[in-house]
């Protein structure tokens, strides 16, 4: 206990202890926090679907799916709504065969430590999530982690590393979650196939708010494994991996966080296919929505002469130390706008901030006054 309470101390002095925030409830744009209403500029639910009352309640007038799966899916946790849904986002994808995770973090940890077994290995970019991570600190292969976005880099521990190994997988996030940087997919294909590796990409932060088939930024690219979650832009809950039947197929048999693990409830899986299937329309306008407002806003930085790595809706205000950011972020929290502070482990230490999400139910207005009080 005495090393706990050490911990949570220095955690503290550090301005690193973390507090489950009390949200009261959450609607178009706004979130209410302890009774007091703000701007929501930290959501993941990019289009806003999650909070629309309408069409919550026109999905449960229809709907009467079970509200547990009671086991997991190879016992007898499954039912029809998950093979829909596994059909549904495999031909998003254009490809053979999908596997529902429970969680996004669950589908990278059981894809990256079941493919990575003894005599392979793992090239990760340095600023993949946690979840890539775990799974490479999980798996039985070594990994190596290339500088953010340089494929010079990449390629030189290819040329040096790759002939070692039996399998070999490249991962990378599209959208970056922290930073909302791109990876360049067409040159990450042209490495995989020049070194013969797998190429994975996580469309976590690009699923539905990117692509014209709503596939996110690997859309009609040759990628071998695509991860992604319903947790943001679809509004939902729970994630997948696509890829060809015989990796669908390993992957059932081998990633220990599907396997061993209760299912997502089926009226969650029904909510999940329902939106990406029925509500396409709804979907397409508001990623429409996003787009639109994502364009104006870079174009107001750019007036303003605001430097920033972000080519997307996830737009980063480096504030330093964790002391600065807390600070800022309080700041902004009495002007009514909520904005927490991202600390270290999520991003590397010394560069903690204000990670702004954009989705389809903020304005450019209250993204101008942001800026005007922050620079105040
Ligand atoms: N991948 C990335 C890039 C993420 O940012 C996240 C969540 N923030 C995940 C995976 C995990 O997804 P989930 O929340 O569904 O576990």
Same mark, same amino acid.
């Given at each position: 206990m005495q090393k706990i309470l050490e911990e949570l101390e220095r955690l503290k002095a550090? %301005?690193?202890? +973390?507090k489950i925030p009390k949200v009261d409830s959450k609607s178009d744009g706004k979130i209410v926090l302890n009774g007091k209403e703000y701007i929501n @500029? *930290?959501? %993941?639910?990019? &289009?806003? $679907?999650s909070t629309k009352t309408d069409l919550r309640e026109e999905f449960l007038s229809k709907n009467h799916s079970l509200l547990s799966s009671a086991s997991a899916r190879l016992l007898t946790g499954s039912s029809p709504e998950y093979s829909e849904l596994e059909t549904t986002v495999a031909k998003i994808f254009n #490809? /053979?065969? *999908? &596997? $529902?995770? %429970? !969680?996004g973090y669950q589908a990278n940890l059981g894809v990256i430590s079941s493919l990575a077994g003894k005599g392979d290995v793992v090239f990760s970019d340095k600023l993949n999530h946690a979840s890539i991570i775990d799974g490479m600190r999980l798996a039985e292969g070594e990994f190596f982690r290339y500088k953010h976005l340089d494929y010079d880099n990449l390629e030189k521990i290819l040329s040096a590393k790759r002939e070692q190994y039996k399998r070999a997988i490249i991962v990378s996030e599209s959208v970056f979650s922290m930073d909302g940087d791109v990876a360049? $997919?067409? +040159?990450?294909?042209?490495? #995989?196939k020049k070194y013969n590796c797998l190429l994975m990409i996580d469309e976590a932060h690009a699923f539905c708010a990117y692509g014209k088939n709503l596939a996110g930024l690997s859309e009609g690219k040759d990628v071998d494994i695509i991860t992604a979650t319903f947790g943001k832009a679809v509004g939902s809950f729970g994630a997948f991996c696509v890829s060809d039947k015989p990796v669908i197929e390993y992957l059932t048999n081998k990633a220990r966080s599907f396997i061993f693990s209760t299912s997502i409830p089926p009226i969650n899986i029904a909510w999940s296919n329902w939106i990406l299937t029925e #509500?396409? /329309? @709804?979907v397409r306008e508001q990623k429409s929505k996003l787009e639109k407002l994502v364009s104006s806003v870079h174009k107001l930085l750019k007036e303003k002469e605001i430097e920033t790595v972000s080519q997307t809706h996830i737009i980063p205000i480096i504030t330093g130390s964790n002391? %600065? !950011?807390i600070k800022v972020s309080e700041k902004l929290l009495s002007e009514g706008y909520y904005i927490p502070a991202i600390r270290p482990p999520t991003v590397p230490i010394g560069t903690s901030r204000l990670r702004i999400s954009l989705t389809a139910d903020c304005n450019l207005n209250d993204f101008e006054r942001l800026l005007y009080i922050i620079n105040s």
């Open positions: 550090e %301005n690193q202890l +973390r @500029f *930290a959501s %993941n639910d990019y &289009l806003g $679907i #490809k /053979d065969s *999908a &596997l $529902i995770f %429970n !969680t360049d $997919i067409d +040159r990450l294909v042209e490495l #995989k #509500k396409t /329309d @709804f002391e %600065n !950011t």
